[in-house]
């Protein structure tokens, strides 16, 4: 066998790199072997396995990480077939754990791969809230699938990050009655719009702490009667888009993030 090539099939449902991995590992054991690896990944039926193995041999191996069982036994008669030996790399761990656990595993191709496209989907979202955070740049206001606008602390910036981790691309705009509004905000659909809203005294205590931590001492930002003249305009606002409005006053980011979800997937 020294002198002759070793052909290795890996097969698989999903991008097949935790086979090649895998066949990587074991054939480094052997310096002297010259190996040929036939990768064919995404398969979804037996007319591609019979396609990527129209050359196959004895001698040759099959190592294959395959979800769905039809798939699976039908390259595994293709091995006995073919006298060629076969590898169930993901089979035979699932049902090592089943047999262990007593769980039933999902049999589903590609989930390592949904796993990850939904963890670089959510860093796509967390960069787009800090990228357009505080109303930075109205274009924003278009590309979101959720836009949050409020007075100045009404938990709009933590909301939108807790919000970003679920997969969500999330605006939030300030609400500052000299400040006009951009034009983008009317353009989005109601219905992807949630205002904040807040109880006055809650939100002078929060906001005349928050003065004492930047040090402005006494200052108009925490005047009770410039709060309730924002809150006014901000409640004028939310009737002009004609969005849902949620009280934040007694909930924590957690039940308002659930609201506005509840809000924004009805």
Known sequence: MSDDILNIYVLSDSTGETAINYTKSI????????????????????????????????????????????????IIELSKDTNTKCIDLLGDGIRAIEEITGEKALWERGLIRKQS????SMIDAIEFAVKYDDGKDPR????????????????????SMLLATKNYKVCNLPLVPEVT???????????????????????????????????LGDSVYS????????????????????????????????????????????
């Not at 496209?117 to 670089?120: K, L, R, T």
Request: glycine content about 4%; overall charge negative.
């Open 27 to 74: 054939t480094a054991q052997f310096q002297n072997l010259k190996i040929n690896i036939k990768k064919a990944s995404d398969i979804k039926n037996e007319r591609e396995i019979d396609k990527a193995c129209d050359d196959i041999s004895k001698n040759d191996l099959i190592i294959m990480t395959i979800a769905n069982f039809s798939l699976r036994k039908h």
């Open 117 to 120: 496209e939904d963890y670089f």
């Open 140 to 159: 924003g206001l278009l590309e979101a699938e959720i836009v949050l606008v409020g007075v100045s602390r009404t938990s709009k910036t933590p909301l």
């Open 181 to 215: 509004l951009p034009q983008e905000l009317f353009e989005v659909d109601s219905k992807k719009i949630v205002g904040l809203i807040i109880n006055p005294d809650k939100l002078e205590g929060i906001r005349a702490e928050r003065a004492k931590i930047m040090g």
């Open 223 to 266: 005047d009770e009667e410039r709060i309730e003249y924002e809150l006014n305009y901000a409640s004028e606002v939310f009737d002009d888009l004609g969005c849902e409005v949620i009280n934040v006053t007694d909930l924590t980011i957690e039940q308002t993030a659930n609201k506005v979800l509840d809000i924004v997937n009805r």
